[in-house]
């Protein structure tokens, strides 16, 4: 006996689990199959013009290669018959294209109320307590309502707005083999990698997003939170343009957008270990951000603090550019603007900085000032230092003449 | 006594008020005594229209027809319906099913046994019992559909197809999507 799982649409349920499909059974005996609903028992005589639904079901691989291996008998044995050969064959053709089509991508959506579907506009509208799941990597939507229009000839989808209590989890695909790595090491054996947790890539909240394929618009709405691996918002309003990849974070009147980067570790002059050392947070509010994704840019303007937690420094400036490597780590900061930082045991001023965490110097420009702990006034149009307090060297650059005042008791 | 008769008293006006409330019941009984009684019109592969504003409005050819003359109902087997849209640019919406009643007195058509409908845009929608209100135009019913078409497939509750504007409500949706996002 065999299951022939999610190829036959029950007549009677049609909504057995998982819904839209049931298990169909060859009965033994000379006759050609019946079918059986696992959950009422509608049973069915297979008389080739039976409900043929596309299997578009997740399928459980397993009974599908066992089903393969049956048919595959009964089509090579000596004893079979020429109506059961071919019968065999036609299944074989089935089982085949169940295979093709679960190698696609799907995407199920449930929702608790309706779906009000105008299929000549291509429109869909899901409401409350609606759940999206793509199933090539399991990446989810929640949300109260999900409008959708897709173009009615190609079903692409055109455009698509969820509606109150978003939430989303987007996973990236695969599990990176970097990941099992570091698990096969934790752990001293090889990890399976189907069953191996994955993480998140990012984790969004908002009250409204859009998305339009027309003007390659995204648009999330409302106490926007964006939970990723590479950085952290908390904002009103994201505009992005995925096409350009440009985009625009914004927050209430009266408010700032908050954020989390992260930079590059700094070593210290040690050798790099086998273990990648772990990144540094940068965190900070600014009245607005502009991202450019080509040139690895966000611009933070309008009243910027950022606090840097790797030597707890932290500085104030009208803007801010900030440069990202290929990791997404910070590797350079520019402050424009009433540039001014205080680090323990240091504070300094000037028009304009510019961090460069590779060399892990500070550039301060235009009416440069800094004061050390030991009292050490240090003043010039331009002052390179480093930017840990305690390797404390401080110099003017291309020959700017610095004044250095010390105060003596 | 006195309990015995206001038990009495109390099953009286159950009794009355069941026999005044709950009276579709034994009519309904008398209808269908009466549909047992009447000998129906036999038609065999009977071709069956409905015109709307001189212009057809649904076909239904079956394999058998019972018609009931005094009640207006026909009871119809093997059926292929086919309904029409106003716009006569537009195809139509065919119905398949094994059984099927049609009330002329509120012009409703039920269907029902392996009921098939294939829409003008070729979803294909299976369900168990069907619903077609002539006078609103609508498709409805209160068991599970399915509905299928080349990208996606929804399962739902029930269903409303309204035929005029075209829009299917679902409730209970369930759907798997190919994705073209």
Redo the contacts between chains.
């Keep these: 006996m065999v299951s022939l799982v999610y190829w036959f649409s029950c007549g009677t349920c049609l909504q057995h689990p998982p819904p839209g499909s049931v298990s169909g059974e060859f009965v033994n005996g000379n006759d050609f199959p019946h079918l059986i609903c696992q959950e009422t028992g509608y049973t069915k005589k297979w008389t080739g013009t039976l409900k043929m639904v596309k299997p578009f079901i997740s399928v459980d691989m397993e009974p599908l290669r066992n089903a393969f291996l049956l048919v595959c008998r009964l089509i090579f044995h000596q004893k079979t018959t020429l109506p059961v050969r071919l019968f065999a064959t036609s299944l074989m053709i089935g089982l085949l294209a169940t295979g093709l089509v679960h190698a696609r991508d799907f995407v199920t959506i449930t929702a608790s109320k309706t779906a009000v579907i105008d299929r000549s506009k291509g429109t869909a509208v899901w409401q409350k307590n609606v759940h999206v799941i793509r199933r090539s990597t399991g990446s989810t939507l929640m949300t109260d309502q999900l409008s959708i229009e897709r173009d009615t000839t190609s079903d692409q989808l055109v455009w698509a707005e969820a509606n109150g209590s978003v939430h989303a989890v987007y996973y990236q695909g695969q599990v990176s083999e970097e990941k099992l790595d570091q698990v096969s090491e934790e752990k001293g054996n090889p990890p399976d990698r189907l069953n191996l947790p994955q993480e998140p890539h990012s984790v969004v909240t908002c009250d409204l997003a859009t998305f339009s394929r027309k003007t390659a618009l995204a648009e999330l709405q409302g106490r926007v939170h964006i939970l990723s691996k590479d950085f952290e918002l908390q904002a009103e309003k994201i505009r992005y343009d995925y096409r350009a990849e440009r985009g625009k974070i914004t927050a209430r009147p009266g408010e700032q957008v908050q954020f989390v980067f992260y930079k590059k570790p700094t070593t210290n002059g040690m050798q790099p270990t086998a273990r990648a050392p772990v990144r540094q947070k940068v965190s900070g509010v600014a009245t607005e951000i502009l991202a450019n994704r080509p040139s690895r840019k966000m611009v933070l303007q309008g009243k910027v603090y950022i606090i840097d937690y790797s030597d707890q420094s932290q500085f104030r400036a009208d803007r801010a550019e900030l440069f990202f490597n290929e990791q997404e780590e910070i590797e350079i900061i520019i402050a424009n603007g009433n540039f001014s930082m205080n680090q323990p045991g240091r504070v300094s001023r000037s028009d304009r900085a510019v961090f460069e965490y590779a060399k892990e110097e500070v550039t301060l420009i235009g009416n440069a000032y800094v004061k050390e702990d030991n009292k050490v006034e240090v003043t010039s149009a331009r002052i390179k230092m480093y930017i840990k307090v305690n390797q404390g060297i401080i110099r003017g650059v291309d020959d700017i003449p610095v004044k250095m005042e010390i105060e003596i008791d | 006594m006195r309990i015995l008769t206001s038990g009495l008293i109390v099953i009286l006006l159950v009794l009355a008020v069941y026999f005044n409330w709950f009276a579709e019941g034994p009519q309904q009984d008398t209808q269908d005594a009466d549909l047992r009684e009447e000998k129906p019109i036999i038609l065999q592969n009977p071709e069956l229209f409905d015109y709307r504003n001189n212009r057809l409005s649904s076909q239904i050819k079956a394999k058998m027809a019972k018609v009931y003359e005094s009640t207006d109902l026909t009871l119809l087997t093997q059926i292929d319906g086919t309904v029409y849209s106003e716009n006569q640019m537009e195809p139509p919406t065919r119905i398949f099913a094994q059984s099927g009643s049609i009330n002329g007195k509120i012009k409703l058509i039920t269907v029902w046994g392996?009921v098939?409908i294939v829409?003008a845009?070729g979803?294909r929608l299976?369900?168990?019992k069907l619903n077609l209100d002539q006078n609103k135009q609508l498709l409805y019913n209160r068991v599970?559909?399915?509905?299928?078409?080349?990208?996606?497939?929804?399962?739902?509750d029930d269903m409303l197809y309204d035929l005029k504007?075209?829009?299917?409500?679902?409730?209970?949706?369930?759907?798997?999507?190919?994705?073209?996002?």
Excluded at chain 2, 165 to 181: C, D, H, N, Y
């Design positions: 392996d098939r829409f845009n979803q299976y369900t168990e599970a559909v399915l509905v299928v078409s080349d990208h996606d497939k929804i399962n739902a504007t075209r829009i299917l409500t679902l409730s209970g949706p369930k759907a798997w999507i190919e994705t073209g996002f």
